[in-house]
């Protein structure tokens, strides 16, 4: 299954963090890629109505917002997880790209 991103805010995001994290996070989306809709936890996890996050574990904890769009994966909206709850501002954020998306 394809994935693509959003725009260009997730790439500079995945792009920040640290070394061994970008592995993590490229691998969980490889992950995706090959599974798609039948990938689970601990990788992914349903976040809402059509809005998934895949879920990348380790020294930074890190979601990535993502849908299923067309014949591909639009990764959404990315974040460091400090807290054990979603961000109400980062699902917000998610929210607002998924509709974006689907009223093209």
Same mark, same amino acid.
């Given at each position: 299954m $394809? =994935? /693509?991103l959003f725009d260009d805010s997730l790439g500079k995001f995945i792009q920040s963090l640290t070394r061994s994290t970008i592995a993590? =996070?490229?691998r969980t989306i490889d992950l995706l890629e090959e599974f798609g809709s039948k990938l689970g936890m601990p990788h992914s996890k349903k976040a809402g109505k059509g809005l998934f996050?895949? !879920?990348i574990r380790g020294t930074q904890e890190v !979601?990535?917002?993502y849908t299923f769009? /067309?014949?591909s994966v639009v990764l959404l909206h990315g974040f460091t997880k400090k807290t054990r709850q979603i961000?109400?501002?980062e699902l917000k954020i998610a929210l $607002?790209?998924?509709k974006?998306?689907?009223s093209v």
């Open positions: $394809k =994935v /693509q993590k =996070v490229l996050e895949l !879920r !979601r990535i917002f769009y /067309q014949d961000p109400k501002k $607002k790209k998924l974006l998306l689907t």
